[in-house]
């Protein structure tokens, strides 16, 4: 390699799986591009998108050809430096490939490339004829002169035609122009706009013309197909209009409106701040004003108006000239967040989430990037969000599990948050009722300034918490010794029907029943490719596994012995919605679940219909206890407190109280009392004792004292490493590898490997290595000798779950 070819090597982040960046050559005759700049490179068969990255680039391996840079795509940086740093370091800390971070953070529309032709070069005047496939594509550019992929596809058929065009490419025999390489852009839409006169003679025999002009003229602006076609206005009727010159065709960005995905518009009373919420706002803008970064826990119990101390940051943060994102941990929560920033802040407001159309992410992420919003408002996702003068990060139930994602990439957005705030000076604030036990510590240790929120900003205290003992609670015949509504629970749910009043019933199970059950010989239908027996679902009769997602229609006889007593085992929630029928008929109610939430706006339709009445009672899974206000509701009942307490993970009495308390947090928020039922089979349980009396911190100083005791977060640090095999014996020796070629790490402390609690999911063996310790660059080092191996594990950095 010459020192010239050196000097022209440039990094690139790619939108792949590849462990690593990429490493290209710059043409001789292309300046060097900055940081973030888009470009064009080929990369297999294929052409990519790709950003530049900081730093210098790694050579190629030895014995392998280094590729030039197809194109320069922005004439100035699309993403910051900052920015792509930030993906890197989040990659490098989580183990995850660079390019799965830039598909989390950038829209996959804004990565693809417009469509290039093929031109045939010079050289492929009089070349030697080739052979197979590439010599008849060849041919055929010869004969064009130019043809885009998809024309040579719809002309030769697709199959080899990308390899082909690759080698060809190689070769020098064909190229594309620089200027056929565009990068792409959010969707345009189309409108037609009047040019000519209602009454031009050419229409006279064209009443439908005539007509669609006229309502053009009358409307005075461009408008859409939809808008046209109440006036008889069909493709072919806009087609000759702009072909006589008498309407004209505009192409615009696809708006996007973020007020569009917000719940309905709801009279509110003027908001009178508590000299809580004022100091709490003034300790924030002091620290923007600053313009140096800051931590904030608001530590607010529920109700305590932490959404009202959001907004007033996010207007000092404006009034600064600076901009701020807001995080919720569900996107069923996004829709009465986006209706209180819209009512605050106007149309500079942009929704980001994965619910959205890839048009309608792609130009609300367009807006973000061009400085046209003050605020962008979503889920985990949102936290990568492009704004050029980020002031506040806000994260709203900061406790949540939800922030870190399950799937690679596995990162967090909570601590992207504080890594991103830190490189731009900025505000994070973390606002919780049931702070997690890592920033209860942090708060204690001074990592993060605590501001309390004590009380409701109305007079109404806090709902009366009822703890209903299911011990001494008959079970109803047919329930197999389990009770879904307690007698003291139905009464006081009728009670609020009786008043007018609304209620919530939170059963923290989706489906009709966990399980299946042959009565005869005890099959119990498990996935057969999971450990974990199916879940009965009547919407659609059929046994669903909801870790792989394979199901089968619900059987008539049992495979196992024929037998038809088939009898559905336990509760989930379209079970609950049976059983709320029966026992109070007439009582309009909506279910909030996963299963609705997956639906396009089923989340925002649902909390519509119990936010205006039509619905009475909300039933669902713990999607009804986070961070939602319905006056009206004053009455909530928790079916199984204890549900989560079973689970192998040492997180299990911190879900269930943040459970608990959240969801008696959601009633009595009005001018009425509250009152939450949490049936229980262990009241004397610590995190339901608490719960019941909505005392964190004496759930806290037990759990803290639990945590140290056994070097748990957050008194350390946690990798798991999960190999999995599709025999046993396999993942259990690549575990003992594993564990072997880390053990020479000092301050590591192994749990392990032992098969994990759900040992077979989707067909394969799963075996795991819990890694402790109370050093971040010890951790690092295992990682980095586990990624290594021959046989690498699944690694997930400060895991949420250990199943």
Known sequence: MTPDETARRVAVLLPTGFPQLATYLLPSEMARPEPGTRLAVPFGTRILTGLVAPGEAVPAPVGTTEREVLSLLDESPFLPESFVGLLLRASAYYFAAPGELLRAAVPGRLLELGQASFVPTNRSVGAEPREGRSAEVLAALVEAGRATQVELSERLGSRGLARALRALLDEGLVRIPSEEMKAARPPLTKSWVARGAAGDPRLARRPKQRNALSHLVALGRPASATELRVAGATPAVLAALVKDGLVAVVEEERPADAAAHALPVRPTLPIVPTSAQREAVEAIRTALAGGVEARFLLDGVTGSGKTEVYLAALEASIALGRQGILLVPEIALAPGLIRRVVARFGKRVALLHSGLSDGERAAAWERT?????????????????????????????????????????????????????????????????????????????????????????????????????????????????????????????????????????????????????????????????????????????????????????????????????????????????????????????????????????????????????????????????????????????????????????????????????????????????????????????????????????????????????FSYPPFSHLLLALWTGKELPDAEAAARIGRAAITSIPRLRLLGPAPAPLERLKGVYRVQLLIKSDSREALAEAGEKLRALDVPPRLDRDPQSLL
């Open 369 to 709: 990037r061009r400085g046209e919003v003050d605020a962008v408002v979503g889920p985990r996702s949102a936290v990568f969000a492009p704004l050029p003068r980020l002031g506040l990060i806000v994260v709203d139930e900061a406790h949540d599990a939800s922030y870190k994602q399950a799937e690679a990439p596995r990162y967090d957005a909570r601590t992207v948050a504080r890594v991103r705030a830190h490189g731009e000076s900025a505000v994070l604030l973390l606002g919780s009722a049931t702070p997690s036990m890592e920033q209860e510590q942090s708060a204690r240790d001074g990592g993060l300034v605590r501001l309390v929120l004590p009380d409701r900003p109305t007079a109404r205290g806090r709902a009366a918490v009822e703890v209903v003992d299911l011990r001494g609670e008959p079970a109803r015949p047919g329930d197999h010794g389990r009770v879904l509504f307690a007698s003291r629970t139905i009464e006081l749910l009728q009670g609020a029907f009786d008043r007018g009043e609304q209620a919530i019933v939170l059963l923290n199970r989706r489906g009709f029943s966990p399980s299946l059950l042959c009565r005869a010989c005890g099959h119990d239908f498990r996935c057969g490719s999971c450990s974990v027996a199916r879940t009965y679902h009547r919407r659609g009769e059929r046994l669903l596994c909801h870790y792989c997602g394979d199901f089968v229609p619900r059987p008539r006889a049992c495979p196992a012995c024929g037998s038809e007593v088939l009898m559905p085992v336990g509760f989930g929630t379209e079970r609950l919605a049976e059983r709320f029928e029966e026992v109070f008929p007439g009582i309009p109610y909506a279910v909030l679940d996963r299963d609705a939430a997956s639906r396009r706006g089923g989340a925002a339709r649902v909390l519509a219909d119990f936010e205006s009445g039509t619905a009475k009672a909300l039933l669902g899974t713990q999607m009804v206890a986070k961070g939602h206000d319905f006056p009206n509701a004053t009455v909530l009942a928790v079916l199984d407190a204890d549900a989560l307490l079973s689970f192998p993970d040492f997180r299990s009495a911190e879900r269930t109280f943040q459970l608990v308390t959240q969801a008696a947090g959601r009633v009595g928020r009005g001018e009425r009392p509250g009152v939450v039922a949490v049936q229980t089979a262990r009241p004397e349980h610590e995190a339901i004792a608490a719960a019941v009396a909505q005392d964190h911190p004496r759930f806290a100083e037990g759990e803290l004292r639990f945590r140290r005791t």
